[in-house]
């Protein structure tokens, strides 16, 4: 997939971040009307990072880890449900991080997210994240004092101390080779608005809908400057943030998928090798598969009257 287009939507220097200068309806360089050839761009791209992400697992060399931020119904759930659908779950897990428990609460607030990091050879995806604590806990800071912080004391060093913490875990994680990508769902309140509504006139979707979704609306200009202080101190080459204009769920998807088969390919991976050793027997092994008779080992043998062990174990 051609990746040039998603540049301008790449951040990896805060100085001068500005979201408004982000338009929530983007299509970058493509227009509406080629919605249909698009989407059979995004079944190419979503089947070529099947195949990237094998190589990714089998290596088993680094790990990837993708950000998802973004307001109520921008598309979160959605975008991975889809740029996702054609990778192997068994190298794929995904965490949602909501409200926190009283034992999460507990504990530093990196911590949570810490137990769900991908190991190697591994893609994890958070939707939401660490971000929270520095968005949610921003917009309401009475929620602090669960932290045992005390919200009156949440100034601005208070946060840009939070914003230390992780860049310093991002770059931590980047140094052992876990590949960090991050993305902001970039949604207008007007698309928010009208998906809200069909929250609540399709059945099949009243599911979604929540009373919180309608009161955190109130809060709308404050969440968007967090997420603004959120992009311009935590965007860094090893860690960079991509800005996904979302009221069109299509372009969204392209972006995202871009941005991760860009990764997972910029990484060149190779199947690995056996050893030397190992490969010499393989025309010993062929040749025995060659031979063996069609007769099952254990046919022909009279069935043994005591319980068999499982393998590796010893019999009581």
Known sequence: MCSQFISPFRITDGNGF????YDPGDTGPFRKNQKKALMERLENGISYMGS??????????????????AMDAAGKDSTI??????VNPQGCRV??????????LAHDFLWRTTQCLPKRGMIGIFNRSYYEEVLVTKVHPELLEEEGFSPG????????????????MEEHLSRNKTHI????????????????LDRLDIPEKNWKFSPSDIRERVFWDDYQKAFESMITHTSSSNAPWYIVPADNKWFARIVVLTAIVEKLASLRLEYPDPSAGEKENYPLYKKTLEEETTTKPSQGKKKSTTQSSRPGKKKK
């Open 153 to 168: 004391k949440a100034d601005g060093k208070f946060w840009k101390d939070r914003y230390k913490s992780i860049r310093h």
């Open 181 to 196: 990508i991050k993305f902001f769902l970039h949604i207008s309140p007007e698309e928010q608005k009208k998906r809200f």
């Open 81 to 86: 449900k889809h740029v996702m659908s054609g």
């Open 52 to 69: 990237l992400q094998e190589v990714f697992y089998a290596s088993a060399r680094h790990s990837l880890l993708i950000v998802l931020q």
């Open 18 to 21: 500005r979201l408004s200068s």
């Open 95 to 104: 965490d949602s991080f909501k409200q926190p428990s009283h034992d999460e």
